[in-house]
């Protein structure tokens, strides 16, 4: 059972239904207890970085989401859920974020033929591959299309995170891994067959073969 | 690199795809979740409902459209038409629609674009934007109408684009209203100038007609998207034809 985290930002029955055409079960909780006895975690979002981090904090899931992270088992973040994992977000003033990662959130900074938001499918490049198989390098070809929207991106201080890269007018990060934290700026759950690939694969991860931080 | 987005729109009419000119003569096509997953099949880039229901007391239809379609589409989808409140804008989304698209209630009521975006993000509220060629003190102005073109606006098609923008809007749909329907191409000059007097994507919208009035959208009228109805609808041309004769065109797709 894959635990959804619901802090009312973002289109949570998207990711639910996608895992569940992928054959997962998915339960959306704001529960701080059921989220820090989930299984798996997914924590989605869009929005902006302050308010997340507001309502994160109102519902006291802080904690539960950390706690959960460093306890080994499967974690997804998806687009603000990527984010929000990192120590400070810029988005209309600084914020701090769950500080899982180090790090800054950053808005694009791009000639002005490059529009922002940064909206639509666009490749992605794999970093080379860190040992261990896991869903952003099991079924996951470079140059693959994934849906992305997002104005900011993250910029982690230690490179080995950096799973995926995307180009819109320079590299930037994609996805992250780290042990059994896997997050994406792009949205699995609208990248038609190659997103229901990587969320296949999240929902097959288990604890102990990937808990090697 | 990213790909430039082929659109398909439909409209919805009491929960069922109809094809007709006008909003006259409509005939049914379809149920919405299985023409959206007949597109999404054809490599359809996001997906557009169009709801000319428009009347409010039919909105919970459109809102069991929209979940039905996200249950089974694994990709944007925008729902358009009769959206006026910041209410409206919260049923949609948690329906499942990925981004809403504000027509008339913009012009009328410039802060319910900023107040929604305020909520729920700027990369969901989208901006219809419906600009016409008028002769204004014998000079040509792109006046913005609303109601489906019958009534004017005063508002100018480039500066009301930046203003949409500052207000907090993710994206901008443009249709030209000399252009639509007509199948003689997109109005390039207009989404040229508007394209480039914004910093946010710009949908071209009115006139498609065949695949390379969407290279010309996308390679002179600078969109960043095209989107089209009826070329797709009575089965001219499929998605898949319309992004090959784009990327013989050099434009970056997602095949």
């Known amino acids: 059972m ?96 769950l500080g899982i990662l180090a790090g800054d959130v950053v808005r694009f900074d791009l000639p002005s033929n490059f529009k922002v938001p940064h909206m639509g499918w666009n490749t992605v490049t794999k970093k080379a591959p860190t040992g261990d198989a896991n869903p952003l390098t099991e079924g996951i070809e470079n140059d693959s299309h994934f849906y992305f929207v997002h104005s900011y991106y993250v910029r982690p201080t230690d490179p080995s995170v950096v799973a995926l890269t995307c180009d ?46 | 690199m990213l790909a430039a987005r082929v659109i398909p729109c439909l409209d919805v009419f009491q929960g069922r795809v109809v094809k007709g000119t006008n909003f006259v003569n409509l005939r049914d096509a379809g149920d919405p979740v299985e023409v959206a997953r007949r597109y999404e099949a054809e490599g359809a880039d996001e997906l557009v409902f169009l709801d000319i229901t428009a009347s409010h007391e039919e909105r919970d239809i459109i809102l069991d459209v929209v979940r039905r379609t996200a249950e089974q589409v694994f990709m944007p989808l925008t729902v358009g038409g009769g959206v006026r409140t910041v209410e409206d804008v919260r049923a949609l989304l948690s329906a499942g629609c990925d981004k809403v698209s504000i027509n008339s209630a913009a012009c009328t009521d410039p802060d319910f674009v900023r107040r929604a975006a305020d909520r ?131 434009i970056a797709v997602r095949l």
Request: proline fraction near 4%; glycine fraction near 12%; charged fraction near 25%.
């Open chain 2, 120 to 250: 729920f993000g700027s990369q969901c509220i989208v901006v219809n934007i419906d600009p016409k060629r008028i002769i204004k003190d014998g000079k040509e102005v792109w006046e913005v109408h609303i109601n489906g073109g019958r009534k004017p606006t005063g508002l100018m098609a480039v500066e009301w684009a930046k203003e949409i923008e500052r207000l907090g809007a993710g994206e901008i749909v443009l249709t030209c209203m000399d252009a639509d329907g007509t199948r003689d191409g997109y109005d390039i000059e207009i989404t040229s100038a508007v394209s480039e007097a914004v910093s946010i994507p710009v949908v071209a919208s009115g006139g498609a007609g065949s695949p390379q009035h969407m290279v010309e959208a996308i390679r002179d009228g600078k969109a960043d998207a095209a989107l089209a109805a009826s070329i797709f609808h009575f089965g001219q041309f499929t998605i898949a034809e319309t992004k090959q004769a784009m990327r013989e065109a050099g």
């Open chain 1, 168 to 213: 819109y007018g320079g590299p930037f990060c994609a996805a992250i891994r780290r042990g059994n934290v896997i997050a994406t700026q792009f949205h699995p759950e609208k990248s038609q067959d190659n997103g229901l690939k990587l969320l296949a694969s999240f929902n097959g991860m288990t604890m102990n073969a990937e808990a090697s931080v």
């Open chain 1, 2 to 97: 894959i635990t959804i985290v619901d802090y009312q930002m973002g289109n949570l029955r998207s990711v639910q239904k996608a895992i569940e055409k992928v054959g997962g079960e998915a339960k959306i909780s704001s529960d701080p207890a059921e989220i820090a006895s989930a299984e798996k975690l997914v924590l989605p979002g869009v929005g902006a970085f302050g308010d997340a981090m507001a309502e994160i904090r109102r519902r006291d899931l802080a904690s539960p989401i950390i706690d959960f992270v460093d306890s080994g088992r499967p974690f997804l973040g998806i687009c603000l859920g990527l984010q929000l994992l990192f120590e400070r977000g810029l988005e209309h003033g600084e914020h701090e974020g």
